[in-house]
């Protein structure tokens, strides 16, 4: 008489494959239950499973120091400067939060006999000089842009 062989039930997952971001979980279950006879069929099927799996983040972005500011725009009454920062010390993983605040300041600066003076301002500030607005480094007569 043939016994046909049957899988016995799936393993737990394993851990995953990774401490971080997108890995690989695995379980495995065997052709046992019975074990096929002779004569007898094999089990049809895989004999493991896997699944993604993610952890946590790897890292969450981190700030660069600020770079120097940039000349002034102008060379008489007032212009621009500008300084930044980058979100990669380090770079956020996928999973990892990006940086929050800004990546750049923008201050006005102003001729004066002893030369550019830098004048700081920010959005809550109801004029910024001379009646112009600025937003992401743009300069808008009237409403913030």
């Keep these: 008489m043939s016994v046909h062989g049957g899988w016995t039930t799936w393993s737990n997952w394993g851990a995953c494959s990774v401490t971080c971001e997108f890995g690989i979980q695995r379980r495995h279950r065997n052709c046992t239950n019975p074990y096929p006879s002779r004569f007898g069929d094999h089990c049809f099927?895989?004999?493991?499973?896997?699944?993604?799996c993610m952890v946590k983040a790897c890292a969450d972005g981190g700030w660069t120091t600020?770079?120097?500011?940039?000349?002034?725009?102008?060379?008489?009454?007032?212009?621009?400067?500008?300084?930044?920062?980058?979100?990669?010390?380090?770079?956020?993983?996928?999973l990892g939060k990006a940086c929050e605040g800004d990546s750049s300041k923008i201050a006005i600066s102003k001729h004066t006999n002893r030369g550019?003076?830098?004048?700081?301002?920010?959005?809550?500030?109801?004029?910024?000089?001379?009646?112009?607005?600025?937003?992401n480094g743009f300069i808008k007569r009237g409403k913030w842009i």
């Excluded at 099927?45 to 993604?52: E, N, S």
């Excluded at 770079?67 to 212009?79: F, K, L, P, Q, R």
């Design 116 to 135: 550019f003076q830098r004048i700081p301002f920010d959005k809550s500030e109801s004029s910024c000089r001379r009646g112009n607005e600025i937003s």
């Design 45 to 52: 099927g895989d004999t493991m499973d896997d699944r993604v």
């Design 66 to 94: 600020w770079g120097s500011w940039t000349s002034c725009s102008a060379s008489c009454d007032g212009g621009l400067r500008t300084q930044s920062r980058t979100c990669t010390n380090p770079p956020p993983s996928p």
